[in-house]
């Protein structure tokens, strides 16, 4: 008995010292997007984590046992906000139990909470669907808001490891310079897309279309997080042959099914956006990320 | 702004003060003259900078009388989100079902079983209806409230399933420590801390009627810490009133007290798996069963190991998903049982029988679920004295078959048609249908792994 208290005890010591591996920030990001701006404007000072992956549907995510263990021990949590993470991350922050990545601390950092906020809506009611009543929170596809995010975030970095000020500062520029000089590319590039009415899967490409001017025509869901019916599909060929649409758009976790379908019918195409990077993406992927997603509606645009 | 220009003017005052004593006077005349003008140039500066601030919120103060005229005429309902927002979460569980059974009895063979453990009742029925209410208290605590509304006897029933307090993180406990106190669905095995509703079944399985009443929610304090390490780490345990199933009739108010240690992790990107170890030592000084018939005092100790593993094939549960789910139990009675209807009399009992459970879930289109169970419970010895009372299981062990399947139209309703083949004793098979129905309203906390 007292040899296998002895054990416990020794292998609870263990668990408790933290592994080397983890030097630098611990960055808890909800999204890829942000663990990849958190590595843009972190470098190697910090560690980013993404909780989820290029194919999953952020909006539903097990609060799984993993997950737990990060928040432990993350120093930032940085998510997109205004609800979208609802359904688990504040289980997941009463289970971890960490103190500085509560809400309202500086290592609590909700995107929506720091960028204009599209379509807040005036009526909540879940006969609407999954409306948010915080607005849409897929706002990392404006790049004007990731300039504003980069900002915040480094300001986040300096107050919670003030030795490294100056890489932080760097780094920022740095940073800055080139998504400026990008995004001017971008621009250029987009400005003949204005006006080009497109459909969309769910209402996940919001602020990209907001920034380049396009047109949403419809969205293939009946409402909010309401999978695509016959009847609403059939009614949306009428409207969708009358505005002349051009494409449809969706995310790698839409189901490609209604898409197809609808794209088939209108012949016209069904373009899938990467809408986020890798999770474990290298730093310069959001850009890479932005100069794809103005490919592929450049491709589309020109096509008959 | 008001006190820094107030703390100001006491500085000039006091200067002024000083400027006209005696000493002062005596000095200099040039300097006193200056010093003099310097305060007259101070003073205008700041009466200056008075009039300036005056205007300022002057201004400030009618902007913000026009934009509360403005907002009657913004939307309504804007306003009425705001208005409620410190109100606690409020949800309701509707939760109706209609059941068939072969059978007219269903006793358990070798195991005194409780009221909840019981098999539901036949016919058209309401579930436990629930209405959760549940709030952050202030930056500490965090506090909610589940009553059941359950049909018992003929007459409706509210029952407290879960009256707690918890600690939020900042409450001034460690990283990764966390204390909960009053009445909850306490730590042990996988689903004991899971409201029903949430099941993957509409029964619970045998392990969990016979050893923890369908649910262990006895009055208590739990503490648990998650260890800081890469991958989940996490210990617990907690003492409880010693009132509810496997305990019963305490007199000390402490009659129970519980311990575990949980691990998971993932692998890879689409799979992740948890593993615990559990034990619940309860003395019972008197634990009623099979209708108050069956009687135990004595020492009551639970042990449990449960494995819980899934796997979303693209990586995105919401459409395609495999849970395997399974739950071991071993209870050590040590004290006395009386089973009144077979009159055995108070007899010593000291035995252990264990039990276990395994359930694969598949989620094979994003509304539309599947599932197996099977669960079994291996009776103990029957002692002397009690042959041909409850606790006889005449070499009988009970065991359950189910299949399910569900139909989700989104994540707050659910319909589920479960089909059960039950052996609990030696006599006859029981076939139940069970068709049933799980509606969410309002707020619905996540549920956790």
Redesign the interface.
Known sequence: MKRSLGFVLAVAWGMALPSPAAAGLQIFSCEPEWAALARDVGGEKVNAFSATHARQDPHHIRARPSLIAKIRRADLVFCSGADLEVGWLPLLMRRGARSGVQPGATGYLMAAEHVPVLEKPTLVDRSLGDVHPGGNPHVHLDPRNLAILSKELSRRLIQLDPPNTVYYRNRLDAFQRDWRTAMDGWKSRVTKLSGLPVIVHHKSFTYLINWIGLKEVATLEVKPGIPPTASHLNNLLLSARSQKVKVILRTPYDPAEASVWLASKLGIAALMLPYTVDKEAPPGALARLFDLTVALLEKAHAEP | MPTLFIRQMTVIVIVSGLAMTPQAMAADAVDTRTLLQEIQELKKRYERRTAELEKKLKKLEQNQSKQAGKAPSS?A??RN?KDNSFNPSIGVILNGRASNFTRGTSEIAGFGVGEEGERGSEGLSLGESELNFSANVDDKF?GSMTAAIVREDGTDKVELEEAYM?????AG?P????AKAGRALWTFGYLNEHHAHGDDFADRPLTNRVYLNAAFNDDGVEMSY??????????GGGVFRGDDFPGGGSVSGLGAWSAYA?????IG?NQ???LGIYTLQSDANSRASNEDAVTFVGQSNLYAADLRY?MAP??????QEIIFQTELMRRDDDGTYNDADAGTGTLNYDESSFGWYAQAIYKFA?AWRIGARYSRLHAADTPAGFAGSALDSEGHDPETYSVMADWTN???GRFRLQYNREKLDKGDEDNQFIFQYVMSLGAH?????
């Open positions: 939307s309902s804007v989100i965090y918890e600690t939020l993180p900042g406990l990283d990764g420590a966390r998650v260890l800081p390490t890469d991958y989940y780490a996490e210990i949980r691990t998971g992790g993932d990107d992740s798996w948890r899934t693209t990586g995105d549960a919401t459409k994003p989104s994540e707050f906390g996540a549920h956790p792994y």
